[in-house]
């Protein structure tokens, strides 16, 4: 199985910050490689695939570059509906594997 | 517009079985997958494997294989997950979410269903 390693596992920002969140994959991936934000209670939503495209509704803000093991989901300027847990996923084989989520919340 | 529509929370005790439905509309049911995927709450996402909708082609993850079933009636859009002996450690929540192929895919679960929580204990 393909591992997906998120840093960092939490991290406290505030309205109005640039916000990196990295994931690294255990062998190359190509650039196979999605983001999704999940609010609490609610199901994930897709957010960003192949890497670095927006999905469809997704404001401008969010960003996502990388290829082969590691990438990156940037969010350039935090806004309160922002503050969510992020999780990265590889769709280059099966099994299907996440990173671990990494918790943004407010400072 | 696009939906996976799942069934409603179950509390069930350890060794009864259960059945959870999710039903798809607005798009063509029958050229996609179905993944189904586990989140213990307060936790991470897991994905247990996928079904065809066309020809119930399974792949189970190696971690739920022989644990949980996965079924479809194409003639209704809905995909199911049963298991036969529940168990404590099956306390999670479940969803559906539209795959596009089995194989490598630039778009994986662009929809899903809005979860189902099952909750076993006696």
């Known amino acids: 199985d393909i591992q997906m390693t998120q840093s960092p596992s939490s991290l406290s920002a505030s309205v109005g910050d640039r916000v990196i969140i990295t994931c690294r994959s255990s062998q190359n991936i190509r650039n196979y490689l999605n983001w999704y934000q999940q609010k609490p209670g609610k199901a994930p939503k897709l957010l960003i695939y192949a890497a670095s495209n927006l999905q469809s509704g997704v404001p401008s803000r969010f960003g996502g570059s990388g290829s082969g093991t590691d990438f990156s989901l940037t969010i350039s300027s935090l806004q309160p509906e922002d503050f969510a847990t992020y999780y990265c996923q590889q769709s280059y084989s099966l099994p299907r594997t996440f990173g671990q989520g990494t918790k943004l919340d407010i400072k | 517009e696009v939906q996976l529509v799942q069934s409603g929370a179950a509390v069930k005790k350890p060794g009864e079985s259960l059945k959870i439905s999710c039903r798809g509309s607005?798009?063509?049911?029958?050229?996609?997958?179905i993944a189904w995927l586990r989140q213990v709450p307060g936790k991470g996402l897991e994905w247990m494997g996928i079904i065809y909708a066309g020809d119930s082609d399974t792949k189970y993850s190696p971690s739920f294989e022989g644990q949980v079933t996965f079924s479809v009636d194409k003639s209704i859009t809905t995909a199911y997950l049963q298991w036969s002996s529940l168990k404590a450690s099956d306390t999670a929540i479940y969803y559906c979410?539209?795959?596009?192929?089995?194989?490598?895919?630039?778009?994986?679960?662009?929809?899903w269903g809005q979860g189902t929580l099952v909750t076993v204990s006696s």
């Open positions: 979410a539209r795959q596009a192929t089995a194989g490598s895919s630039y778009l994986d679960f662009d929809f």
């Open positions: 607005g798009y063509n049911f029958s050229t996609y997958w």
